[in-house]
């Protein structure tokens, strides 16, 4: 889960915490028309909470050249989230909806949407730091029909994991199985986690030794739309 954190300082002293809570952080959405799903924002708080959201494109995810596009211009929306701002009295709640414009993908499109607290009054009789936490929610709009497609490559003498696909996919777990007939509980654990874009890859060099490199199988994990578990020849 991302936290934005802003620190509002008024002189120093006692902290007041402008607190929500989201249902969701990770949002799905397919290229049918006008998808759409919500997130309950809520208010524990005592304090009126005022929030706005900012809508971010990412470009080339996962890749050394990504790029987070703050979309500000109405002719370049294609994820609307509505009310963009809103009031949550103390102890209650609002639905934020996002509802998709794309169609006809031919591989997924990635967004942040930030949800930040603006600042209110500080109620106190002595000076006061008031922090305000913010969300940030992930939101995939995907292919209708698409899929991850994840495979073992060796390149130049060092080897990856990879996703051909075109949506992404999150490897939460990792195990070397010496072979095909080899339960799971009977594999290696191994240190691979992460998210994989289409067309972006995992080291698995300094996970596997180099006796498990020449052979055997890497069973996955996977966590996303077509998440579960799957095999992958070494």
């Known amino acids: 889960m991302k936290r934005l954190f802003i620190v ?8 007041a915490l402008a607190a929500m809570s989201l249902d ?23 304090d009126t909470l005022y929030l706005q959201t900012e809508v ?18 109405p002719k370049d929306f294609r994820l609307l989230v ?6 949550i009295p103390p102890g ?24 930040k607290p603006v600042v209110g009054d500080v109620t106190s009789d002595r ?13 995939f709009v995907q292919p209708e029909e698409g899929a991850s497609k994840l495979a073992i490559k060796r390149k130049d003498g060092a080897l990856y994991l990879s996703n051909s696909g075109n949506i992404n996919t999150e490897v939460v777990e990792a195990w070397h199985c010496p072979s095909a007939e ?7 654990e191994l240190k691979i986690v992460g998210r994989l874009y289409p067309g972006t890859q995992i080291s698995l060099d300094n996970a596997l030794t180099n006796d498990e490199k ?20 070494l």
């Open 92 to 115: 209650e709640q609002r639905r934020i909806r996002m509802m998709s414009l794309e169609s006809g993908l031919q591989k997924e499109v990635v967004y942040r949407v930030n949800f």
């Open 182 to 188: 080899t339960p799971t509980q009977d594999c290696r």
């Open 56 to 73: 971010y494109r990412v470009d080339n995810p996962g890749l050394p050249n990504e790029e987070r596009v703050r979309v500000v211009d």
């Open 82 to 87: 509505s009310p963009p701002k809103t009031v």
């Open 8 to 15: 509002l300082s008024l002189l120093v002293s006692q902290p």
């Open 24 to 46: 969701k952080i990770i949002v799905y959405l397919t290229d049918t028309p006008n998808a759409r799903e919500d997130i309950v924002v809520s208010n524990p708080d005592s």
């Open 127 to 139: 000076t006061a730091l008031k922090i305000l936490v913010g969300y940030q929610v992930l939101v």
């Open 214 to 233: 020449k052979g055997g199988e890497l069973e996955v994990l996977t966590r996303g739309r077509d998440g579960g578990r799957q095999r992958l020849q």
